[in-house]
């Protein structure tokens, strides 16, 4: 599959991969800059992915989350990748290869359907994040 046109028009800085109508990952690099705050997802995401840019003074009100109850059915890993370098393989749902993207320091990247690999071509550091609790039997199928 070719790669599609970055549906954000905002060139290699923030970027929106698919496989048709399927989000397979965004990736927001360690270069990005926008005013304000954004979010990059769609409100069905069961991981929400923002960038969110504030003034020196400006005040977050005080708050708390409120226990709301959500239904997960996929994990969706977001991934920060502090220092080095690596390739993400991404793949359709049907394990069908779309494309690969090098990832260094400082980029993000939302894994949000489909599938993955990666090799490490650096040393590297990331922090994962996604959602739990973790189903360690039933949350992986290799391929």
Known sequence: MEDKENSFGRGEDLEEIRDGDTFIAIIIRA????????????????????????????????????PVPREVIYTQEVLFIREGKLRVDLYGNSNRFITSR??????????????????????????????????????KRYF
């Open 31 to 66: 270069k990005y800059h926008s005013p304000g705050l954004k979010f990059f997802t769609p409100s069905t995401f069961s991981q929400q992915l923002g960038f969110l840019n504030h003034k020196k003074g400006n005040i977050i009100k005080n708050h708390v989350h409120n």
């Open 102 to 139: 090098i990832l260094e320091g400082g980029d993000v990247i939302l894994l949000a359907g489909g599938g993955h690999g990666f090799e490490i071509l650096e040393d590297t550091s990331m922090i994962e994040v996604k959602q739990g609790p973790y189903a360690e039997v039933d949350d």
